[in-house]
């Protein structure tokens, strides 16, 4: 079955932190980038980083660089979001999603790029 599972959200405070994980099958890190995008409320869905098959990594300007960080277990075909001094403006859902696209040098940060898309983690920071 291919899909694409989430998990880590939660409701944490300004300051904190959070782990995201998106668990893949069907599909492979080693070969397909991986992106993370997000949904605030009333909000479109906006790119937050992607991370190709050699671990080249892209991040969304200003927003979340330096405070964010996307990794990958190849051997357990995971992909990671490390996410530091969280703010309140960070609450959305996130999304995982992979790129059919095979061996790709740069990761796309576009959402039409990818096909497989997980179920999405809400993800609250309370002020």
């Known amino acids: 079955q291919v899909q694409l599972v989430e998990s880590g959200g939660g409701l944490v405070q300004a300051g904190g932190s959070l782990r995201l994980s998106c668990a893949a099958s069907g599909r492979t890190v080693t070969r397909n980038a991986m992106g993370w995008f997000r949904q605030a409320p009333g909000k479109d869905r906006e790119f937050v980083t992607a991370i190709s098959w050699t671990n080249y990594k892209v991040y969304a300007s200003d927003s979340v660089k330096g405070r964010f960080t996307v990794s990958k277990d190849n051997a357990k075909n995971t992909v990671f979001l490390q996410m530091n001094s969280l703010k309140p403006e960070d609450t959305a859902v996130y999304y995982c999603?992979?790129?059919?696209?095979?061996?790709?040098?740069?990761?796309?940060?576009?959402?039409?790029?990818?096909?497989?898309w997980g179920q999405g983690t809400q993800v609250t920071v309370s002020s």
């Open positions: 999603a992979s790129d059919p696209g095979e061996f790709k040098r740069t990761p796309s940060d576009r959402s039409h790029d990818y096909d497989l």
